[in-house]
């Protein structure tokens, strides 16, 4: 076997994964949940709801924050909002306070555990036979309850996710092209919730049966484990495209290169203390799901790699492949280009989409590398421009 045969294999079969990841895959959730979708048995209901937000020094937006809650359309007399505060040392804790007679409930953890031991605090003290959590830097349409409320109806629902509309009124290079990624995304979320359930929710917008939560370790990616757990009830996650909440995206690369790896870091923890679900014969579908949104997502810097060091080798017996090498240093050029730009405050147009694609690749070694490297994501920093 010939190094040139070798590097052929290798190279075609890392585009194979590649396309299979970012189209292939989207393609199948969309086909299975054409053919085989699992519908929805909704019906008008209202249970009671408790609206969990949390917080760590969230004093710029908890007012505005509680201010959009309290016009949520939905009985206050079956409504109750707790703000679980990760021991903030502003003056968050201070406006929440200011809300007690409009049902607002402030818990605070006597020590900084994280956001997911803050969920966890917060549901132990609900009453709500739903619990829907919430950021505190996201704002909901006031239908939210309206639309979610109904899937709970049906008793193979445990969660129910709303969808998350970045805003970024300043036409940042990073923004805009978080947006754009963002819509991929949620055109496949809505074949996965139709084909099986989803495997992750955003972390701002999911209601979950009060009877199917069960509290989490610390350093857990909630709003991805939640399906997980739900799933292994037999229940599923579903998505709800009418329930809309808005957040400002990241306007820098910096930041959101430091979100992207502490939120992977902690799915492969999550993936690796729930390996067993990544078998077809014991999760169906669901372990498809896993494989390839996550697990084989965060191995296309791998993939990308090896066909790049495969076709330099064969670029030089080869005009084809050395053509194929040009382009993709040609790409990873404009995709540094597009970061030069944005360091130094210029937008970055149409190179904001590679550079994006690489900040999102980089950021899945990053977390790899953290996760192996035995560091654990419990507590938080909010990680947001000044306003």
Known sequence: ?????????????????????????????YLISRAFP???????????????????NEERDIREKLENTLLIDFPLEKLEIIVASDCSSDGTDAIVREF???NVRLLRQPERHGKTAAQNMAVEHASGEIILFSD??????????REMLPSFADDTIGCVAGKLVYVDDSGSTVGQAAKSYWSYE??????ESKA?????VSGCIYAVRRSAYQPMYPEACSDFLIATVVYKQGMRTVYEPNAVCREETNQHSRKEMQMRVRVISQTFTDLWRNRDMLNPFRSGFFAVELISHKLLRYSVPVFLTA????????????LYFLVVFAAQIAFYSTAFGGWVLE??????????????????NIASIAGFFQFLRGQRYASWEPIRDAG
């Open 186 to 191: 949620t055109l496949l979320k809505e074949s």
């Open 100 to 102: 007690a007679d409009n």
């Open 196 to 200: 099986c359930s989803l495997i992750g």
């Open 307 to 318: 066909a790049l060091i495969s076709s330099c080798v064969l670029s030089f017996v080869s």
């Open 343 to 360: 360091r130094n405050g210029i937008k970055a147009g149409i190179l904001s989409i590679p550079l994006y694609f690489m900040l999102t």
């Open 38 to 56: 699992k519908n929805v048995k909704r019906a008008e209901i209202e249970p009671t709801v408790s609206i969990i937000i949390t917080a760590y």
């Open 1 to 29: 076997m010939t190094l040139v045969f070798v590097a052929q294999i290798i190279f075609w079969v890392s585009v194979g994964l590649i396309f299979y990841v970012y189209l292939g895959y989207p393609i199948l959730a």
């Open 136 to 145: 505190a830097t996201s704002m909901y349409e006031h239908n939210v309850l």
